[in-house]
């Protein structure tokens, strides 16, 4: 019972907070118990197809070749494969976060996950297109040109500045 308490504590905490607004103050606990219900939904429309998905990397997707292309020793082709995956995604951020885990899993470099996070944030192909529609190509351009060596230059400074022990928990925690 504990255990279940432990893995829900942040659903539960949402829980009592709305239902406290519903008590305090009825109009805002509505309004919030709405865009808590909005984004419940939202997540359970967008977490199946990446379930299924991670489902098939898992099986199609050799280790050995995630760790040939994406390992310690993946270089400029890691970097790039990682920036590319981040970037050609699609749905919130949340989403990227099982399949950093399915790529943690299967021997992916720590800093090509970070780098994978920061273009799935930072770089993705239909936000850009969105984004040069609204504020032009030339704005669009500019940051994702200044994005690029910011990801990366964030993602080894996080694995640079991490103790092994941390990456070692990081990786357990993954498997």
């Keep these: 019972m504990s255990a279940v308490i432990s893995r829900y504590k942040f659903v539960i905490i949402i829980l009592f907070f709305n239902l406290a607004l519903l008590v305090l103050h009825p109009t805002i606990g509505i309004k919030s118990l ?17 379930f299924v998905l991670l489902g098939l990397l898992d099986v199609w997707v050799e280790r050995e070749t995630v760790i040939k292309l994406m390992g310690e020793k ?9 920036f590319l995956l981040g970037s050609a995604a699609a749905g919130p951020l949340y989403a990227a976060f099982p399949l950093a ?27 850009l297109l969105f984004e040069a529609s609204a504020m032009g190509w030339k704005f669009m351009l500019t940051r994702f040109i200044v994005n690029i060596p910011g990801i990366i230059l964030i993602a080894y400074i ?15 925690n993954a498997n």
């Design 34 to 50: 709405q865009i808590s219900g909005n984004n419940m939904l939202e997540m359970l429309s967008v977490l199946p197809p990446i």
């Design 101 to 127: 885990g399915v790529l943690l899993k299967k021997g992916c470099k720590l800093s090509n996950i970070l780098i994978f996070i920061g273009a799935w944030s930072t770089t993705k192909i239909p936000m």
């Design 158 to 172: 996080i694995e640079s500045i991490l103790l092994d022990e941390d990456k070692i928990m990081i990786y357990r």
């Design 74 to 82: 993946s270089g400029l082709l890691g970097m790039a494969l990682a």
